[in-house]
């Protein structure tokens, strides 16, 4: 079946640190790939997606790279800053057609302080 | 454009009391979902409406019932809340173009059964 695994938090770094948070898929065919982030007591907003092998997703300096042979999408950013501590969840569409459910990962916590 | 609302944002309610969860979507998307989170689970579909007159059970469908009330609303329906069903509801809703499907999310209703 189709399935995401993200690398469990919570992750705790130093502001200007680089981050790295791993994500890797299960799936048949071939999925589309997001990056949600929660910020606290708010709902999910999209922070990046990719729709086909190879394809880099970027947004506020984050990015993840869709790499189809290692079946992964890891988020990176070069320098964190206090105001990305949020919650990041991996998500894939299975279907690339309408009406298709998002499978999520369980979700990775970020704190960075200053 | 407020894209996604859900009402409403707090809910307690005694174990056996029935309640709606309200959505409705200014986008004019086709798809809405419903998905519940859970601490360590991440989140899990409970329904979802392909588009206007349909829908279809997901993941953890037990103890809801959904209504797609036209294209901009789509409701939840606890008939009869259980503790298990604390939780934080989301609403989203999705667009599909050539570059995918993307999906945007309510800011969520807290819900507390006792």
């Known amino acids: 079946g189709n399935s995401v695994t993200q690398m469990e938090g919570p992750v705790t770094l130093s502001e200007e640190a680089f981050l790295t948070i791993n994500c890797t898929y299960t799936?048949?065919?071939?999925?589309?790939l997001f990056w949600y982030v929660q910020y606290p007591g708010e709902g999910l907003q999209l922070l990046l997606k990719?729709?086909?092998?190879?394809d880099k997703g970027s947004n506020k300096g984050f990015e993840a790279t869709y790499r189809k042979e290692t079946t992964s999408f890891h988020l990176e950013k070069g320098s964190v800053q206090v105001s990305d501590s949020a919650v990041y969840f991996c998500a894939l569409s299975p279907l690339n057609q309408a009406g298709t459910a998002l499978i999520f990962g369980k979700g990775t916590t970020l704190s960075v302080s200053s | 454009n407020a894209g996604v609302t859900q009402t409403p944002k707090f809910q307690v309610l005694k174990t056996g009391q029935s309640m709606t969860l309200q959505c409705a979507q200014d986008?004019?998307?086709?798809?809405m979902y419903w998905y519940r989170q859970d601490p360590g689970m991440g989140l899990r579909l409970i329904y979802y409406s392909a588009s206007e007159g349909t829908t279809d059970k997901g993941e953890v469908p037990n103890g809801y019932n959904v209504s797609r009330l036209n294209k901009r609303e789509f409701s939840l329906r606890l008939e009869s809340a259980a503790p298990s069903q604390t939780s934080v509801y989301f609403c989203?809703?999705?667009?599909?173009?050539?570059?995918?499907?993307?999906?945007?999310f309510g800011p969520g209703t807290r819900l507390l059964v006792l």
């Open positions: 799936a048949t065919g071939y999925p589309s």
């Open positions: 990719a729709t086909k092998a190879d």
């Open positions: 989203a809703s999705s667009d599909f173009s050539s570059r995918g499907e993307t999906q945007y």
């Open positions: 986008m004019n998307h086709n798809s």
